[in-house]
């Protein structure tokens, strides 16, 4: 499964040549389109500069959301590139384009101590489909390949996985190999107790990781709207909760197979769905839910409990909050668990927080630096626990 990476490489590999750089800089963007989150630019610079340093000349692909193989304006990545200079400290020019002469001509000027960002590459119809054509078109942007794209790395795109098929060495960037280093430790969970988190809304996100890791983790901690189908499936009156309906049947069959390692809330946070903050809001049974409220955040007992075993495991893998935490008042089950995270991690624990709005949680909870791992791809994290590796991983070199 382990692939080569950067450092795998001779200094003659880079010295001078363009390496074609897949990063994932689909990052939030404010109102007016600046950026208002540099998590991931930030994440690949230990990639730039290396390849900078070591005489090479990075072109960047990335996408930013999903304009279908149409041209969005106001998906384009031309306000990143001033952000990524300031952040990397050096020059990045822009072309407003990714499969014409004008993308091979700014590949091949380049000059040495700069870097090239395309124009995104999902405003390519191809691009989704793999298409072999475009693929072959991308490759002739660079020397070599490497993938630093974890978010997008579970995408068989042509950016992601055809290009590979064209340029050769084709490796993992350092962000993808600290990912992979993480998620591999997860999969082997030397250290006991192992415990799952998951929240967040659906199940069928998660399907895969809950049969692979039902019976080996140690326990699994439910919140979120998560929580709300599995106690419909106990039969528990959920009032106006955001519950997935198809995914009952799945949710009774988890309880069954799992048995006393799943573990739900026992009380839960509820207002008016539309509520915009707790001023409103009572805690409740879990399993009695008002008929005209909705369950918002887990409630003070569980968060107590939750924490206690957060506290205590060896091994931690949350994805998902345990309720609507963007709104004020409604944060406080998944803060409780992010708190309980970091304590877990200064005790020696191993904790990997999965991407997404998980993420986002503990960055809102200033916790950041307080676990051992935030992985940059929320899905791609999902399927290589439940999979063991991904498309755009299986197209590197093996090491």
Excluded at 158 to 180: D, I, N, T
Excluded at 260 to 265: I, M, N
């Amino acid at each position: 499964m382990w692939r080569k990476n950067l450092a795998d490489l001779a200094p003659s590999d880079l010295d001078g040549r363009r390496v074609l750089i897949r990063v994932d800089y689909n990052v939030p963007r404010a109102e007016d389109g600046s950026v208002s989150d540099v998590t991931r630019i930030r994440a690949t610079l230990p990639t730039l500069r290396y390849v900078l340093g070591k005489g090479g000349r990075p072109v960047l692909l990335s996408h930013l959301g999903r304009p279908k193989g149409r041209i969005v304006p106001s998906m384009s990545l031309a306000p990143i590139a001033p952000v990524l200079a300031e952040e990397l400290g050096a020059s990045v020019r822009f072309v407003p384009s990714t499969d014409t002469d004008e993308a091979v001509s700014a590949s091949e000027s380049l000059g040495r101590g700069e870097a090239l960002l395309l124009e995104n590459t999902r405003f390519l119809a191809g691009e989704a489909t793999n298409d072999p054509a475009l693929a072959e078109r991308f490759a002739r942007r660079g020397d070599l390949f490497v993938n630093d794209a974890f978010g997008s790395t579970h995408r068989a795109h042509a950016s992601v996985v055809g290009v590979a098929e064209h340029l050769r060495p084709a490796v993992a960037g350092f962000l993808v190999q600290r990912e992979l280093e993480a998620l591999s430790g997860l999969r082997e969970a030397r250290n006991r107790p192992f415990l799952l988190i998951l929240g967040g809304a659906k199940i069928g996100d998660k399907i895969g990781l809950l049969e692979t890791f039902l019976g080996a983790a140690d326990a699994v901690l439910i919140g979120g709207a998560m929580a709300n189908t599995f106690l419909a499936a106990t039969g528990a009156r959920m009032g106006r909760s955001l519950v997935e309906q198809e995914a009952v049947p799945v949710a009774k069959r988890f309880l069954e197979t799992g048995g006393d390692t799943l573990r739900l809330p026992t009380d839960l946070v509820v207002a008016d769905p539309g509520a915009s903050d707790e001023s409103d809001s009572m805690v409740v049974d879990a399993c009695a839910v008002p008929p005209d409220l909705a369950a918002l955040d887990i409630g003070p007992d569980s968060r107590e409990a939750f924490a206690a075993v957060v506290r205590k495991a060896g091994t931690v893998f949350w994805n998902g909050p345990m309720g609507l935490f963007e709104k004020p008042g409604f944060d406080a089950g998944t803060v409780a668990v992010a708190r309980a995270a970091a304590d877990c991690t200064a005790s020696g624990g191993f904790t990997v927080i999965g991407g997404g709005d998980s993420a986002a949680a503990i960055r809102q909870a200033g916790l950041s630096d307080s676990v051992s791992h935030v992985s940059t791809g929320g899905g791609a994290s999902l399927e290589y626990l439940a999979e063991g590796t991904l498309p755009g991983i299986e197209a590197l070199d093996p090491a």
